[in-house]
């Protein structure tokens, strides 16, 4: 049984398909709209191989169109990866 993510009502019906052919549900209660089992199975090494191309110049739309992450996920992940860089690297400025 099927329960909505917003209000946990179990009065959910099918409303449909997405633009990517996944079924649509909608809550009767609160009208959310919300696809069942919505699992993004980004598996580790494919987050390595980003990683690794996150250090390259290559611009994020490529690496998008590369390995089939959409833009929106990317960047997320790119901010919590550069998060992580510390602040000073240790590269010491010869003219200052």
């Not at 409303?15 to 209660?29: A, L, R």
């Not at 609160?30 to 110049?57: G, K, M, P, W, Y």
Request: positive net charge; charged residues 20%.
């Amino acid at each position: 049984m099927l329960i909505c993510p917003s209000c946990t009502s179990g009065k959910i019906v099918k409303n449909g398909k997405t633009y990517y052919g996944k079924q649509n549900h909608k809550c009767k209660d609160c009208n959310r709209q919300f696809v069942a089992n919505n699992q993004h199975s980004i598996t580790d090494q494919r987050r390595e191989d980003v990683s690794a191309l996150l250090l390259e110049r290559i611009s994020l739309r490529g690496i998008c169109r590369s390995m089939g992450v959409s833009l929106t996920w990317l960047m997320s992940y790119a901010v919590s990866v550069w998060s992580e860089t510390p602040e000073d690297l240790g590269v010491g400025c010869s003219v200052c």
